[in-house]
């Protein structure tokens, strides 16, 4: 029994994909817990919140340098795996245009961090978070998605986590440490990135003297409208804490980045999985709509069914689970951890979808609704998060999820579920 276990295993690609992704993200999301609880006992609830914002503030820069390329580029890679000549039109107009924005993004930041009030006064924290940004700018697992080489997204991811790992240990030790929690970040992501990257290079033969001018304005021309869309939708995810931290103080952002740092475990799984799906999804749309609902049901509700029952587990254990972070207000974060289980469920319904739309070539509804929604939920968070302060936050993003999972519904009924029925 167990030997034909392991020789469906082995024979399954797909199935051997997700072991090995699957392997690399969880290393990647449980390498956070091991070091937040001794962040927070060095810098204080004060400190990681801070630390929050700043991370928060680079992940936003992020989605101007990326340009779109975790969505359209994945897909472009997808669909013309098998031209080498594409591959190498594709991968070096999409970072020359990269190129471009970081520079563009470095400088702007760098004068808003300088400049405005509220952020030069932790200035040092925001300029080392930059770092992250351009470890970002090198990351190739957009590219390697989207061939579907899983085995050096999950060596990258293991490299980058390891060295952010010893570093908080080695160099973090009194409470105006948390300057440099970012830095250490970026570090690894430079440096794993960075060897992966010249792997991808070398293994393919890719030249930048080939790159043309034309081609890079065009991509910045044609990713712009879903460019927008992520600016819409990085504002949803990162602009919380920052105005948590603006309406309540560091301590408070602190108390929201420990809830949130519990949840965004599952959020990110859920994101990691959607990159590991999506590719497949795009390539099996192209040749059969029946055969990529298919898939798309069959891996997505195995996955909305594990994340349930996880948080049921959290609803379970949730002042144990806020206990281990070593915050003052227990009580208090155990009854937001009850409340903010839902955001994860409802994003396994939401992501899913996201998927259907993007691979269906809506990318125009896509941006309008991104758009429109994000804005709805913004309005929401500062009406009421200086009065009900996390609670407020949560509330919105629950609403938030609720309708964008029936709107994204609505948009892909009739193109991809009435027809494959």
């Known amino acids: 029994m167990f030997k034909g276990i392991a020789t469906y295993l082995f024979k399954n690609k797909n199935l051997k994909n997700l072991i090995t992704y699957g392997f690399g993200q969880g290393f990647n999301l449980i390498t956070p817990l091991l070091v937040i609880p001794y962040i927070v006992s060095i810098c204080g609830e004060e400190g990681y919140g801070k630390i929050g914002v700043g991370m928060a503030l680079a992940f936003f820069i992020m989605v101007f340098v990326d340009y779109g390329s975790e969505i359209v580029g994945v897909k472009d890679i997808s669909v013309n795996r098998e031209n080498q000549a594409e ?9 020359t245009a990269k ?18 009030p509220y952020f ?7 300029f080392f978070s930059l770092s ?7 990351n190739p697992t957009w590219f390697l998605q989207g061939v579907e080489n899983f085995k050096w997204i999950t060596l990258l991811n293991i490299l980058s986590k390891v060295i952010y790992l010893l570093g908080v240990f080695l160099f973090i030790h009194k409470p105006e440490d948390y300057v440099y929690s970012n830095l250490i970040w970026g570090i690894g992501m430079i440096v794993a990135y960075g060897i992966v990257w ?9 030249s930048f003297s080939k790159v043309k001018k034309a081609a890079v304005i065009q991509m910045i021309k044609d990713n712009f409208s879903l460019f927008s869309s992520q600016i819409f939708v ?19 952002a602190g108390q929201y980045k420990i809830i949130d740092q519990i949840i965004v475990i599952f959020k990110t799984y859920i994101l990691l999985f959607f990159n590991f799906v999506y590719p497949r999804v795009c ?3 192209d040749k059969s709509k ?5 898939f798309w049901k069959l891996y997505n509700g195995l996955n909305l069914l594990f994340i349930v029952l996880c948080m049921i587990g959290i609803l379970i254990f949730s002042v144990e689970i806020v206990s281990y972070f070593n915050p003052k207000e227990i009580t208090t974060l155990s009854n937001l951890l009850k409340i903010a289980i839902f955001i994860p469920i409802l994003q396994g319904i939401t992501i899913p979808l996201k998927q259907l739309v993007l691979g269906s070539n809506k990318q125009t509804q896509y941006v309008k609704i991104t758009m429109i929604i994000t804005l709805l939920s913004l309005l929401i968070i500062v009406l009421i998060t200086p009065v009900y302060h996390v609670l407020g936050v949560l509330v919105a993003l629950i609403i938030t999820e609720i309708i964008t999972s029936f709107v994204f519904y609505k948009t892909i009924k009739n193109n991809v579920f009435l027809r494959t029925s």
């Open 120 to 126: 030069s006064e932790e200035k040092t924290l925001f």
């Open 198 to 206: 010249f792997y991808v290079v070398t293994h393919h033969s890719f």
């Open 99 to 116: 190129l471009v924005l970081l520079v563009l993004m470095l400088a702007l930041f760098s004068l808003v961090f300088w400049f405005i």
């Open 290 to 294: 029946e055969e990529a609902l298919h």
């Open 87 to 95: 591959l190498e039109r594709i991968f070096i107009t999409t970072y």
């Open 283 to 285: 390539y099996l749309l």
């Open 132 to 138: 992250m940004v351009i470890g970002q700018y090198i």
């Open 234 to 252: 990085s504002l949803q995810m990162y602009s919380p804490i920052v105005l948590i931290s603006f309406f309540g103080g560091n301590a408070m």
